[in-house]
């Protein structure tokens, strides 16, 4: 299977501070691979520098064989990769629609099939189609901000801990709706600090510390494996 | 007072208050994009008026044409300030480009001494502007009479781009999140200089409306103009357009009315009351938003 995204390398420093040192990553066509890691261990910076938003140090991140690293963030975006930002970061002074017709603000092409489509994944979102996003609650943000990141038409679709602070059915819903992304052939890229969920859904998982990857291997694997067990799934040693 | 004159004083604070409104706007959709005051917008106010001696003095060019070329040399200005004196400090802290932009303003004012000379320079005679016209019993020039209606259709106009139209989308997004913006695939220096394209658009016909009916523009001329509108849009909640027009409209009417009460001397004075006594009691102004700050 090819891969569609391969980061070598990315290192990405913040005023002199190293926040990530050097990892290496292959995402393959049409898997969902997850990210874990603790806080401040470089997650977002590595989704971040992927986007296009913060410049590696130096890196290689090749997307369908493609340099992307120096492209400004649009043209990576119309590229097909889209970053569903952590804490949502919906436009609250938007309305709703408003929110997923600026998701599509690169396509010059009819958006009605995408807003039904987006529309059909989350109901909730077309009961409230002019309400101003600021006024959503966080569960329906989320929804919002996947939905916008939808509309982009992403070959790969990349979520920075989108079940943060939301109820564990809202989890749920969430966690249904990667996979069912995932299964209409868009790649999901996850960071999520609910390392079990995600382990479960994940074809193949990462652990990054402090700015490295310090182990790799299928969802399942990890899983399984006793040291993650103790540190990411709080589950202790028998 | 009777009727006439006090419909008379009406027309003509309007008409000084839309020209406030379109320079306030300038204000207040650059605070709104960059949360920046832009010091610098009195000044570009004031090049703009000797851009119009330039054009229909030295070039001897036909009211209408210098009008086109002052509103294009007004606005290539605005942007190339932003590129040189801004763009450059995007992530420095927000004092280093409110600095920046006092730094701007002064460059202006003694580039324009340098130039031109502190002497005040006759501006050019508009008649067509000038022509006196009479509104059942009210007598007017034509500049007055069309000042506020030319206000009016620039802020329906700018008010249909901002809400209905991408660009304006796009505007809203950028001015609260420059970041997730990007990630939209919006080019952000790209809406920032639209927003300053349309800033001093308004700025240089303001300066040609504000000018026209005076006699002679000066280096400093820009300064207390601005300092008033930049109150106009602190009054009206800066960040906010109706909030600059009805700040700017506000102003003007009661400037007018108190010279035409004959305390000539205090009519400033006034207008900086209003900005203590709103930031005192409501320091959001009219139409602001709670939290400007950004995320
Ligand atoms: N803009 C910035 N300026 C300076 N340092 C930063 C910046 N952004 C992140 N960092 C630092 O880089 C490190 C990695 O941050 P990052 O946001 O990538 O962590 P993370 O793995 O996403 O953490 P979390 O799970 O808490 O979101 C942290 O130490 C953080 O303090
Ligand atoms: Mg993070």
């Known amino acids: 299977m090819s891969n569609i995204l391969e980061i070598k390398n990315l290192v990405v420093s913040y005023g002199g501070i190293e926040a990530v040192k050097g990892i290496s990553m292959e995402v393959p066509q049409g898997q969902i691979v997850t990210l874990i890691g603790a806080n401040g261990a470089g997650k977002s910076t590595t989704l971040k520098s992927i986007s296009g938003i913060v410049r590696p140090k130096e890196a290689s991140i090749l997307f369908d064989g493609e340099e992307m690293v120096g492209k400004s963030p649009d043209y990576i975006v119309s590229k097909g990769i889209t970053l569903v930002p952590e804490g949502r970061r919906v436009f609250p002074n938007l309305t709703v629609m408003e929110n997923l017709k600026i998701g599509a603000y690169l396509r010059k092409d009819n958006l009605k099939d995408d807003l039904e489509y987006v529309f059909r994944l989350f109901p909730r979102l077309k009961e409230r189609e002019w309400q101003m996003a600021g006024t959503l609650s966080g569960g329906e943000q989320q929804m919002l901000a996947v939905g916008r990141a939808l509309m982009s038409k992403p ?3 990349m979520m920075d801990e989108p079940s943060l602070g939301l109820a564990p059915l809202v989890v749920k819903d969430i966690f249904r709706i990667i996979q069912t992304i995932n299964e209409e052939g868009i790649t999901v890229l996850l960071i ?16 990054i510390e402090t700015g490295k990857i310090t182990m790799e291997g299928t969802g399942l694997e990890l899983l399984e494996n006793e040291e993650i067990k103790e540190a990411y799934l709080g589950k202790s040693k028998k | 007072m009777n009727t006439t004159t006090f419909l008379q004083y009406c027309l003509a604070g309007i008409s000084i208050g839309g020209i406030y409104a379109m320079i306030a706007i300038g204000y207040t959709m650059v605070y709104g994009i960059l949360r920046l005051i832009n010091f610098a917008h009195g000044d570009i106010f004031m090049m703009a008026a000797y851009f119009m001696i330039f054009a229909m003095v030295d070039f001897a060019l036909p009211w209408y044409v210098s009008l086109a070329l002052v509103a294009i040399a007004t606005v290539l200005l605005g942007v190339f300030i932003e590129k040189i004196a801004y763009k450059p400090l995007r992530s420095a802290p927000r004092m280093s480009i409110m600095i920046s932009a006092i730094g701007v303003s002064y460059l202006l004012q003694n580039l324009a001494t340098y130039l031109f000379s502190a002497l005040p320079k006759g501006y050019p005679q508009i008649p067509f502007l000038m022509t006196n016209i009479n509104l059942g019993g009210i007598s007017t020039s034509v500049v007055t009479f069309i000042t506020p209606i030319l206000t009016i259709i620039f802020v329906v106009l700018l008010m249909q781009l901002i809400n209905h139209t991408k660009i304006g989308m796009a505007m809203r997004a950028v001015s609260k999140d420059f970041e997730t913006s990007q990630l939209m695939g919006i080019k952000i220096n790209r809406i920032i200089s639209i927003t300053f394209v349309i800033g001093c658009f308004l ?8 000018f026209t009916p005076r006699p002679s523009v000066y280096p400093m001329a820009g300064s207390l103009p601005g300092l008033k509108c930049f109150i106009a849009a602190v009054f009206g909640g800066i960040g906010s357009i109706p909030g600059a027009v009805l700040g700017g409209f506000l102003i003007g009417l009661c400037e007018t009315f108190i010279k035409a009460a004959g305390y000539s001397e205090f009519s400033d004075v006034f207008t ?11 320091p959001t102004g009219l139409f602001g938003e709670k939290i400007a700050e950004k995320v």
Do not use: D, P, T
Not at chain 1, 192 to 207: D, F, G, R, S, T
Not at chain 2, 203 to 210: M, Q
């Open chain 2, 272 to 282: 900086f009351l209003i900005l203590i006594v709103m930031l005192l009691f409501k």
């Open chain 2, 203 to 210: 700025a240089a016909v303001g300066s040609v409306l504000y």
């Open chain 1, 155 to 157: 070959k790969l679709i």
């Open chain 1, 192 to 207: 999520e600090q609910n390392a079990n969920m995600a382990l479960k859904i994940a074809h193949k998982a990462y652990v």
